[in-house]
């Protein structure tokens, strides 16, 4: 008798119907509906090639929300995510550094400078006086 575990628990799935998860179950049916309700429904509009790859595109989406899984997300939030970051975010992030001391001490760091050209001033004058 062999009991299979999993190495991360929270990879655990308890299956319903032939290995399938409730989500994936009610996804695939829903693939299988939408699959059945294109072919009936543009049967005498379509060749049967094209008609086939219709099935294919329109239960693709519930086939998707119920099986695929990246790091952990499922579909729809591994699609918003990937709407968030390619559609809504900008490609060209700049890194501007914030340096809160430096906005401190602003005001004293000017007076300083001042200061300091000042002393600068006098020593350019003095020594320019004494030559």
């Not at 699959?35 to 049967?43: E, N, P, V, W």
């Not at 579909?75 to 550094?97: D, N, Q, T």
Request: net charge positive; charged share 25%.
């Amino acid at each position: 008798m062999e009991i299979k575990i999993n190495k991360e628990i929270r990879e655990y799935t308890e299956s319903i119907f032939f290995g399938l998860s409730l989500r994936q179950l009610i996804f695939a049916l829903l693939a299988v509906a939408a699959a059945i309700g294109l072919f009936f429904s543009l049967r005498s509009v379509l060749h049967i090639e094209v008609l086939g790859w219709v099935c294919i595109v329109g239960a693709f989406p519930f086939g998707a929300l119920g099986f695929i899984r990246y790091n952990g997300m499922p579909f729809e939030k591994l699609a918003a995510a990937i709407i968030r970051s390619v559609v809504l975010m900008p490609e060209h992030l700049v890194f501007r550094s914030d340096n809160l001391m430096m906005r401190l001490m602003e005001s004293n760091i000017k007076t300083h400078r001042k200061d300091m050209k000042r002393r600068d001033d006098k020593d350019i004058t003095t020594k320019t006086e004494t030559r």
